[in-house]
């Protein structure tokens, strides 16, 4: 009898070396690596497929108003997170709960100021228009057949950049009273040509989508360097392509930040309670082996969207 109870209780301490929430995390985990994998070798694909051409190229950081600075920054204060919920686990599991607080506390500012650079960067693209569905894609040089392709798509990008320029000249009129003379002069002139009519003793034809891009362009190029701005849609070749891209995995990766971020809020304050306890050891670590995930993500996305 003694051998047979000895073999039973053998046979009950085998199994996975694994709490249940520790292993539903890692589940979760593996189908969360599958789906940023999928948008990750999306992006790449994309990517790889564009041509080299002098012109039709995939978007560089600069002409999608990315800044490699901020989001250096915001790579270190993501891996700054990373250590303080590490910090945070070690003070708990070594019995100091006023310690394990002060670290979580951290580890949440950290991510609320990574979400408030990132809705800086979300601004800047909203204030440049380069959204998806609203940038320019045709600029001279391309090809007459990519231009006759991509005709009913460029003369709806006409169309819109017409009503911009004609707002801004009166919004701007109205806010500040004037219009720089350069911009105003530029957009008064480009207005002009985007008619047709008679020109003279000559028949004067319309600008192409392609030729308003481009036009469209050296405004924006004008009132940057006279510190002036102004919304107009860009003309930038993938440039839709790129912005749907671009939203879609910092978007996400944003989401799920701030799920995170609603979790150490919760720890946060249980720990301000006084109710942080040897018991929830256990959460902080899996929240951290989520928290460690998103900086891989990140680590990631940084790379591909900033520096190339």
């Known amino acids: 009898m003694t051998e047979h109870a ?9 199994g996975i070396p ?3 929430g520790k292993l539903c995390m890692w589940l979760f985990l593996v189908t969360e690596v599958m789906f940023f ?22 978007p560089s950081p600069e002409r999608v108003h990315l800044s490699e600075l901020i989001g250096a920054i915001n790579t270190f204060v ?31 500012v950290l991510g609320l100021a990574f979400l408030g650079i990132k809705t800086y960067e979300y601004k800047t693209k909203f204030d440049h ?11 001279p040089g391309m090809g007459i057949q990519r231009e006759r ?16 320029m004609e707002a801004a000249l009166t919004r701007e009129q109205k806010q500040f009273g004037y219009v720089h003379p350069k911009v105003k002069e530029a957009i008064e002139m480009l207005l002009v040509d985007m008619k047709d009519g008679e020109a003279g003793d000559k ?61 150490f809020a919760i720890l946060l304050l249980k720990g301000l ?22 900086d891989i993500v990140w680590i990631f996305l940084f790379p591909l969207l900033y520096l190339v």
């Open 273 to 294: 309670r006084g109710q942080l306890a040897q018991q929830d050891v256990g959460q902080i670590e899996i929240i951290g082996l989520y928290w460690h995930f998103v």
């Open 6 to 14: 000895e073999r039973l209780e053998n046979h009950s301490e085998m």
């Open 129 to 139: 228009d380069i959204l998806p569905g609203r940038i320019g894609e045709l600029l």
């Open 37 to 58: 994998t999928a948008l990750i070798g999306t992006y790449l694909i994309l990517r790889s497929s564009i041509p080299t051409h002098p012109i039709i190229s995939w």
């Open 203 to 263: 028949y004067r034809p319309p600008l192409s989508p392609a030729q308003v891009g481009e036009r469209v362009n050296d405004i924006l190029h004008i009132a940057h360097m006279e510190h002036h701005e102004i919304r107009l849609s860009p003309a930038i070749p993938y440039g839709n392509m790129w912005a749907s891209c671009y939203f879609a995995m910092t978007g996400f990766h944003a989401l799920h930040v701030f799920g995170g971020l609603v979790v």
């Open 18 to 20: 694994l709490t249940s």
């Open 149 to 164: 392709q991509m005709h009913a798509i460029g003369m709806q990008y006409v169309t819109r950049v017409r009503l911009q």
């Open 78 to 108: 993501l891996i700054a997170s990373s250590l303080t919920v590490v910090l945070a686990h070690h003070k708990a599991y070594h019995g100091d709960p006023t310690s394990a607080t002060r670290y979580i506390g951290v580890t949440l």
